[in-house]
């Protein structure tokens, strides 16, 4: 599905002393298929920007467009039929489970699209095995005496057993330990290369985002500063840095090595990349 | 007494601990023989993935709970002792992951005031002690306001203040960046190595993130309830394959550099920082 | 929604009424809200909005703001409103099908209603005014002179600080799991009464378990700050009842026997005495 973001504004609490606009103007179109990373500091406006994906929020001014059709025109039973399609993860998306077991938690999303029983229990086997949990062992345990890690995978699973043809995911990998994190990308990553949907990642990692994405958008203050790939992206420290915003270290390590070696390439972002680029120029 | 054991801070003796039982009644080792000790005015950093025991450590060395076997020694004083309790917890402060789980006022400042008031602090001298926490994490400015009209990185610095308020010799600080953005986590990082370099404040950092703990006097790193090693970080972080394999980072220098010497690049295997790995490329 | 109310609220503005003894304010609101209760003539009634309205401005919390918070009780006053209108027996004045409102009914229904108004405008002033903190110190002093609540004081005072704490927490969290929940195809406004009672459940679920598990961090973490209890415990702002306050008193004295003196006030007011 592809998703256009046209002259969306929003603001809360419009004409009260707390006003706040948190989205100005914001158009954007974001290809079926894609893999996008959003970036930008808290109150930047990302959060914002998600929750009119799926029709959560409703914009001030403006609209969005899911294949062509735009979603604020439609009747709110149409609304919660995207919702099925557009599948939003939370942040600490584990906060929100609630069922007694495994099985029935993520059985949750399914049975509210209506689907026959056979067909849930099949969606729900499929999506707790994608994010790398054994259906069997963690089925009929309760959510809540699993570890932190495996709680969280639980909830991802929860919005892909509805499967969504967009996947929005807000800073899935937040208070998790290295390995967690590393694992919860890679299987995002999995995801998005197998089932061929459309990923949208929010994240405060650009080390993260720089691996995966196709296209980064960076926020500041409600406002698209860039739309682009990662390579273009990264190369933008001086605007990075002022507004909050740092570029993987060996982006920085690279920047300095090209006072000594002009040729050497600035646009990269991970270890493996610059490995590759300092092999290539310095050894020769 | 040896001039060594005055100048310490916190000696964890052979300690074990045991969670009674988990939801399917089993008993839980989270802690199985870990002695340490801290020096007054050492800034340490424990890492370990999820489940290392890094938690059931810092909540040990508070006096929160009590070693099944083994002792806790905090400014000389031993957990186990019932009538030490509260002068354990006022030397060694605590400050935990979650910052909206740890302010209890609905005032920034009356929560700062929250400590000494349990300790019968004088009105006066708490007043006193409250403007001069709130000024060393530089938190004046929001002495009036509500806590959840602030920003992550800010709670947190409220929290650091609220401890520094009951004038601990030590701060344990359990995770304090994990749900922080970037510019939260800089800005508690900051204070607290203000703290430890300014102050004298000896700091035990528990973290997930290593960038955090590379300037640190000495790093801890537990797995499986052990210590597994102890060391300062260059001669910790050296050691990547090993660092991977109990799930942890290496900060991204130490890494590149250790892929590099994997290729057959000459260069030392302890470099931490983008100056020194600029000087190991540019000689 | 929920945000709307504004009874618990506090609105600084560093006005005289602010500055006041909490203490002060809790006496006087007690004494004013009984004193609704003995009215009985609507020259006691203007009398009382003429006091709100003197207090109000003199607060500086703009008018809007506190007839906001009416408005979650709209539905409060319009039930007793309808209900002493019919129910009153007395004389008629006019029929409605097999309803009948009397001269008595209607006069019931303006002084109920009037009443319960000026109650939830009286108190939410108190609120507005007075920070969280100063309230729940004015009530654990005020609480030491009722005897078996006395033993509790100290606990009830702090408990209430921690729920004024985590109100406004627990809001946000409330509307982030009911979006999570919506994302995940719950539906909340569609379907019968026991169909939207069923569909909260995955809503409660998760908050019930989060304010546990935030109260015990909290408790873990109010332990790590030696709090024991308010034996020995001292406290960085002391109440101090100062020339206001005793001013106030007085004034406040002489404007509650006013309103207990309009009761006595014969000459009828839109309503026969």
């Known amino acids: 599905m592809s998703v256009e973001i046209k002259n969306l504004s929003h603001t809360y609490s419009e004409g009260s002393p707390f006003e706040f606009k948190a989205l100005k103007d914001i158009n954007i179109t974001i290809e079926d298929g894609s893999f996008i990373g959003i970036i930008g500091h808290t109150g930047s406006g990302k959060s914002t920007l998600i929750q009119h994906l799926n029709g959560l929020l409703t914009p001030t001014s403006g609209t969005v467009l899911v294949d062509g059709k735009d979603i604020f025109a439609t009747k709110k039973s149409d609304m919660i039929l995207l919702r099925h399609h557009i599948g939003l993860v939370f942040q600490y998306p584990e906060h929100q489970l609630f069922e007694e077991t495994v099985q029935k938690d993520v059985a949750f999303g399914p049975k509210n699209q209506g689907l026959s029983d056979q067909e849930v229990d099949q969606r729900v086997r499929q999506s707790i095995k994608m994010v790398g949990l054994d259906f069997e062992e963690v089925k009929d345990k309760s959510p809540f005496e699993l570890s932190g890690g495996q709680m969280r995978r639980v909830a991802i699973a929860g919005v892909l057993a509805m499967e969504p043809s967009v996947l929005i995911l807000d800073e899935p990998t937040a208070g998790l330990d290295p390995r967690g994190r590393e694992e919860i990308l890679a299987q995002i990553k999995s995801l998005h290369t197998q089932k061929k949907i459309t990923v949208i990642l929010v994240s405060h990692s650009m080390e993260d985002i720089g691996k995966m994405v196709d296209k980064i958008l960076v926020m500041n203050e409600g406002e698209v500063v860039f739309f682009d790939t990662p390579n273009r992206v990264f190369t933008e420290i001086t605007t990075l840095e002022s507004i909050g915003l740092a570029v993987p270290e060996v982006t920085y390590l690279m920047r300095r090595l090209k006072e000594k070696y002009p040729e050497i390439r600035e646009d990269i972002f991970t270890v493996e990349a610059a490995k590759k680029e300092i092999l290539k120029v310095i050894r020769g | ?283 | 929604m929920l945000k709307d109310v504004t009874i618990g609220q506090y609105y600084p503005t560093g006005s005289v009424i602010h500055k006041l003894d909490p203490r002060t304010k809790i006496l006087f609101t007690t004494a004013f809200v009984v004193m609704l209760f003995f009215l009985n003539n609507l020259w006691g009634y203007l009398a009382t909005f003429l006091i709100l309205l003197t207090i109000t401005l003199l607060s500086k919390i703009p008018v809007g703001y506190i007839i906001r918070g009416i408005k979650g009780l709209v539905l409060i006053i319009m039930l007793t409103v309808v209900l002493n209108l019919f129910m009153t027996p007395g004389t008629p004045v006019a029929t409605l099908g097999p309803l009948t409102v009397t001269i008595e009914g209607l006069k019931v229904a303006t002084y109920m209603a009037l009443r319960l108004i000026f109650l939830v405008i009286g108190t939410s002033i108190m609120t507005l005014t007075t920070s969280p903190i100063d309230l729940t110190d004015g009530m654990e002093w005020c609480m030491r002179f009722i005897p078996f609540v006395r033993r509790y004081a100290h606990e009830l005072a702090m408990m209430m600080s921690i729920a004024l704490r985590f109100i406004p927490t627990l809001m946000e969290e409330t509307e982030r799991i009911m979006k999570a929940q919506k994302a995940r195809g719950a539906n909340f406004e569609t379907g019968n009464i026991i169909a939207r009672a069923k569909n909260l459940i995955p809503i409660l679920i998760p908050l019930f378990i989060s304010a546990f598990r935030r109260a015990d961090e909290l408790a873990t973490a109010m332990e790590a700050r030696c709090y024991r209890g308010g034996e020995n415990r001292t406290r960085m702002k002391q109440l101090a009842f100062e020339f206001r306050d005793g001013a106030s008193l007085v004034l406040m004295f002489v404007m509650i026997i006013g309103l207990y003196l309009t009761t006595w006030i014969q000459i009828p007011l839109l309503f026969p005495v």
């Open chain 2, 1 to 283: 007494m040896t001039k060594e054991s005055n100048n310490r801070m916190i000696d964890v003796r052979d300690v074990h601990f045991t969670y009674p039982h988990n939801n399917e009644n089993e008993a839980v080792v989270a802690l199985d023989g870990v002695s340490l000790h801290i020096e007054k005015g050492e800034f340490v950093g424990i890492i370990g993935h999820n489940g290392s025991g890094k938690s059931t450590l810092s909540k040990l060395l508070n006096a929160i709970i009590f070693p099944t076997q083994g002792d806790v020694i905090v400014s000389g004083l031993n957990t186990k002792d019932q009538e030490n309790l509260w002068t354990i917890r006022q030397t060694a402060g605590m400050v935990f992951q979650n910052p909206d789980n740890q302010l209890v006022a609905t005032i920034v400042e009356e929560d700062v005031a929250f400590g000494p008031e349990n300790l019968g602090v004088p009105p006066l001298e708490i007043r006193e002690r409250v403007d001069r926490a709130l000024a060393i994490v530089e938190m004046q400015a929001y002495a009036h306001q509500k806590p959840h009209q602030l920003s992550g990185g800010q709670k947190q610095r409220i929290a650091i203040a609220g401890i520094l308020a009951m004038e601990p010799e030590c701060i344990i600080f359990d995770e304090p960046t994990a749900m922080l953005d970037p510019s939260g986590r800089r800005e508690v990082m900051e204070t607290i190595k203000r703290l430890n370099r300014d102050k004298e404040m000896t700091v035990i950092h528990i973290t997930h993130f290593m960038e955090e703990i590379v300037d640190a006097d000495r790093i801890i790193v537990l797995d499986k309830g052990k210590v597994v090693m102890e060391g300062e970080p260059r001669s910790i972080f050296r050691q990547v394959k090993r660092l991977k394999e109990i799930g942890l980072d290496v900060p991204q220098m130490t890494e590149l550099a250790y892929e590099l010497r994997n290729e057959g690049m000459k260069m030392s295997d302890d470099i931490l920082s983008i100056e020194e790995m600029v000087n190991a490329l540019c000689q």
